[in-house]
């Protein structure tokens, strides 16, 4: 697949993302995607880890799949957000197509967008940018 | 990618690596076990070693490889096949790998510990001396290492290379995987294109739109400069070709280029690849302005439709991804297309049948010739200004055509009658909204339009006929109607009075608001202003509707509200 974009300028300062699905070709994929464009990647394969590693490894943002065992994006968002350490860290999520956050979820959760699947990667590494690039 | 230690074969060029980051893991790993790791390229240069090793190897063994050793470990290294424990260097146990790949000596890994027996090696104090390292400075770091003796290394050393092929397999599966996820990456990428074109495909989106939203996500797609299309002739009626991205074509290039490519298609629907237009035969005209082109063709069975291209991509030549990405496009528009094009047909007949209904209808009165028509335009000029959406107002269009239809069951010589109607007459005049509600009941695509139809003559304040609703209880299409209904009816000369001048007639309509009219639509027509509301009736007469006087001041003023 020939992709004409400069990803590697987009994303000069190495920023920690941590993205947490539990289907790994969408691991594969996101990951490939923000390290090509810089970026340092941590993934962690269901909530719990999800959870996990973003206590050890305290990522400027969050890449969440929706629908996970144990410990859903949302809840693992909820978390986060409740604890100091955790509270400022941004989140997109990614859900089934159709599904939609209310205002009030969003609030409690820090989750700032939302990608339904099958989404582009090339969308999404500019919804990256866009949110890391946002005011706090 | 990550960094690699590269052994380059001069006498051919060609290179081999082994990742760095596996050595790098392999070291951390056997350090505490007293295994130095190093690779040297096939001349016998060191190309990696493990730098956080004691300093026993950095400063010792390592200074050896680079003084000569190396060298004669690289003479040695092709001619050893299971290599026996060397001990070239005193106190010190070697083991040499020569790393082979495509049938060719890549590099030698040379791994090393301490020797079991280095107490015993008086030829460690001369060659410390050659290095000018101290001797027991030497032996106290080499004591801190666990020594090894040639079973347990050799042992070692043997773990440590299956490691090594396990750790190249496992970097070149991660390399592969990577790989793959980068095609399933496009492939989501194209699957999310396709997916947000074939979800936008509502029939009542213009051809324009569609087909610019298409370009756009292909330009972006690609990073082609523009993306076009060209439709065959009669296909949708007034498409010219065009071109969507930051470059474009003058008119006459885009013109011959669309037609080119729409009467190759006729013959061959395989696509065209050119990389060097200024080099082509047919296309050397476009040569100024460009230097590739892909084009595919818009086809349906049996339907040859037009064409979807492509032009310059830059960065490299089309490939076989672009062209089958554009091909699913070309695909999914072509359905779009001929759907486009029957829904176009359709509502033609439709709407054709209905001006000809309607046209019929006013024809019973030769004053209200073109009424219904006007009565049409205005109301879904209306429904516009008060920020109805575009499916809306094309009902409230409809609603206004069929709006008298049911004055075909009004006796014609009282629709035409000059002076006062009595009661009676009146009495049928009133019922003329009922019957076009029952003429139309049957019609199951029309429903909606039809309360238009029942209650144009309802007032706001509840006087109106045939029901007697007031407010919003009066149907949102019935509302508007009246108002362009009775807009209409005072700006045109009628049987029983004469044509009020349209500043005037806005002046009774303002009058009305709250009482005839819906206060908010009425509000809404008076925003539109004469000025506008000129043209668009202009625009109506210049096709030969008759009866109205919109530009020349009536001098009669006949009382509001008075429609039949």
């Known amino acids: 697949m020939t992709l004409l974009s400069t990803d590697a300028a987009v994303a000069s300062s190495a920023r920690k993302i941590l993205v947490v699905d539990d289907e790994s070709h969408i691991l594969h994929v996101v990951s490939l995607k923000l ?37 859903s994006g949302l809840e693992l968002c909820r978390r986060l957000r409740q604890e100091p350490a955790t509270s400022h860290i941004r989140a997109i999520m990614l859900t089934a197509r159709g599904y939609q956050l209310g205002p009030q979820d969003a609030e409690q959760s820090g989750i700032r967008r939302m990608l339904s699947k099958p989404f582009s990667p090339r969308h999404l590494l500019a919804t990256v940018n866009e949110v890391l690039n946002e005011a706090a | 990618m990550p960094s690699q230690a590269t052994i380059t074969d001069t006498s051919s060029g060609a290179a081999a690596s082994v990742p760095t980051a596996v050595l790098d893991t392999l070291a951390s790993r056997w350090r505490c076990s007293g295994l130095f790791i190093s690779l040297l390229d096939p001349a016998g240069a060191v190309v990696y070693h493990d730098s956080h090793a004691s300093p026993f190897f950095l400063e010792y063994v390592l200074a050896q490889f680079r003084a000569e050793l190396g060298k004669s470990l690289a003479l040695g290294a092709d001619r050893i096949g299971r290599a026996p424990v060397d001990r070239s260097i005193p106190g010190v146990l070697l083991d040499i790998h020569p790393l082979i790949e495509k049938r060719r000596m890549q590099g030698i890994l040379v791994l090393a510990a301490v020797d079991a027996a280095i107490d015993r090696t008086e030829d460690l ?59 399933l990456s496009g492939s989501y990428e194209e699957l999310t294109l396709i997916y947000q074109l074939t979800a936008s495909m509502h029939i009542t989106r213009t051809p324009a739109d569609f087909f610019r939203q298409a370009c756009t ?83 349906r069975p049996q339907k040859h439709l037009g064409a979807l291209f492509a ?47 309607t046209s019929a209808v006013d024809a019973k009165d030769p ?33 206004g055509l069929l709006h008298d239809v049911g004055k075909i069951g009004v006796p014609e010589h009282v629709l035409s009658k000059p002076g006062k109607l009595t009661a009676e007459e009146f009495d049928l005049i009133r019922r003329h909204p009922a019957i076009g509600a029952r003429i139309l009941k049957d019609v199951k695509q029309i429903q909606d339009v039809i309360p238009g139809v029942l209650y144009h003559h309802e007032r706001y304040d509840g006087g109106g006929y045939p029901a007697g609703l007031a407010g919003e209880n009066i ?48 509000d809404a027509l008076l925003r539109i202003g004469d000025g506008r509301l000129k043209s668009l009736l202009a625009a109506h007469h210049a096709l030969g509707g008759g009866g109205t006087l919109l530009d020349s001041a009536g001098d009669s003023a006949p009382a509001i509200g008075e429609t039949r």
């Open chain 1, 35 to 71: 390290r090509n464009a810089g970026f340092t990647v941590v993934t962690g394969s269901d909530g719990q880890e999800g959870l996990d590693l973003a206590h050890s490894e305290l990522p400027d943002l969050i890449i969440t799949d929706f629908q996970m065992p144990q410990l």
């Open chain 2, 367 to 399: 004053y209200t010739c073109g009424h219904s028509r006007r009565v049409a335009l205005l109301s879904r000029r209306i429904a516009r200004e008060a920020g109805l959406d575009e499916a809306q107002c094309e009902r409230i269009y409809m609603g």
């Open chain 2, 475 to 522: 149907p949102l299409i019935g509302r508007v109607i009246c108002l362009a209904d009775c807009l209409d009816a005072m700006t045109s000369t009628r049987t029983y009075r004469k044509a009020m001048p349209l500043e005037a007639a806005l002046v009774e309509i303002d009058r009305g608001r709250g009482r005839q009219f819906d206060p908010a639509l009425a």
């Open chain 2, 311 to 357: 032009l310059d991509k830059i960065a490299s030549d089309f490939d076989s991804h672009d062209v089958k990405l554009l091909i699913s496009i070309a695909n999914a528009s072509a359905i779009y297309l001929e759907n486009s094009i029957l829904y176009e047909d359709v509502r033609g007949l439709v709407m054709g049948l209905l001006h000809s209904l």
């Open chain 2, 217 to 299: 996500e292909y330009n972006e797609f690609t990073g082609v400069r523009s993306t076009g299309v060209a439709l065959t002739v009669g296909s949708l009626p007034g498409a010219a070709p065009a071109m969507f991205g930051p470059m474009s074509l003058p008119a006459p290039e885009l013109h011959r280029l669309g037609s080119l490519l729409v009467d190759a298609f006729n013959y061959d629907q395989s696509p065209i690849i050119i990389n060097d237009l200024a080099a082509s035969p047919s296309y050397a005209f476009l040569g100024r302005h460009a230097r590739q082109l892909l084009a595919v063709p818009l086809f």
């Open chain 2, 125 to 183: 104090q001369r060659a410390a001396g050659r290095l000018r390292l101290d001797a027991q400075w030497l032996l106290a770091a080499a004591r801190r290492l666990p020594p090894a003796d040639d079973n347990s290394f050799a042992h070692r050393s043997r773990l440590l290379l299956d490691m090594l092929h396990d750790q190249i397999r496992l970097a070149a599966v991660q390399r592969e995987i990577d790989s793959v996820s980068g095609e």
